[in-house]
């Protein structure tokens, strides 16, 4: 096991300790995994005005454990990992709280310095991401935070696995994708993408707060509840959903109060839901190139490609051809 103890500083003073800790150098930005310890590489990113990324794509050979200390200085931590499998990630936070394994491959959560986080991950599981470091100042500036610091205040004290998760939408997935792929692109290309990512970030976090103030009558047991539902309806848009029954029966809840909570996390009932995130993976490999209209109708499970264009156009007012590259 590999444990990694750290105060957060800035992401460059960070990735040079942990080329110090894995026996390499920090140069450029960046460094490559020894190969005894594993593959990948870690790259700091600064964008200027306060604002700093890390993005990473490895697989280590031990387990790490990475051990934020706290800080007095008030700064937040917005991370977005994709793991190659389910169950390879647990997460703490604050040290009352047990460490345990989060029963997903994506995870996007915001953290603070006031809190200790130790982050494990496992062995033989590759894992790309990003990590944002985010300074009161810049979030006053561009998130309008002296509106919002009540919200955001509620959801850093949550502290809750089922509450910290973000959904993860084919937009952010293609986000990360290019931001890992971008191949030294210009530093607007990664400014860009990173803003978008804080920016889908916070709509949802004080969209999230606003049901989680109890003016909704929903209990946070409840919300858990339909984040699982919602993470097993998207898991893979590709297939057939569970039927409605079996989605109330894991949710512990009639139908009707499942379709009625779902709609207040989510805006949108289960199946329409589930829909949108189907016709928007569609969106994104047409606009890809590198499939055709049938193609992707077949790909979702549509066998009438009639049915796949009239789905395409309910969600975008557009037919899919219209959305080629030209």
Known sequence: MITFNYKLTSYSNLLHEMANLFGTTFHDNQFQLPEHYGSGFFRALPLGEGLEAIFYDFRLRDTLVLKRE????????????????????????????????????????????????????????NVKGIRILL?????????????????????ITLKTAGILY?????????????VMNGNNAPLLFYHNKIFRIIELFFEWLYDEMKVLS?????????????????????????KLPPTLKELAREAAMS??????????????????????????????MLLSGNYSVKDIGYTLGYANLSNFTLAFKKVFGKLPSQMLPK
């Open 135 to 155: 300074s009161p100042e810049w979030m006053h500036k561009y998130l309008q935070l002296a509106q919002n610091e009540a919200v955001l205040e509620k959801y």
């Open 70 to 125: 706290p800080n007095n200085k008030e700064n937040y931590t917005l991370i977005f990992d994709e793991l190659e499998r389910q169950g390879g990630f647990r997460l703490r936070i604050d040290a009352e709280e047990e460490t345990e394994f989060v029963d997903r491959s994506t995870v996007f959560y915001l953290t603070s310095f006031l809190y200790d986080v130790e982050t494990v991950l496992l062995k033989d599981v």
């Open 214 to 238: 109890g003016k909704s009558g929903v209990s946070r047991h409840d919300i858990q509840m339909v984040q699982k539902i919602e993470n097993r309806l998207t898991a893979d848009v590709t």
């Open 255 to 284: 139908e009707s109060k499942l379709k009625k909570i779902f709609k207040a996390v989510y805006g949108l009932p289960p199946y329409e839901y589930y829909q949108q995130q189907r016709m928007q993976k569609a969106r994104l």
């Open 166 to 178: 973000k959904p993860i939408t084919e937009e952010l997935t293609t986000l990360l994708h290019d």
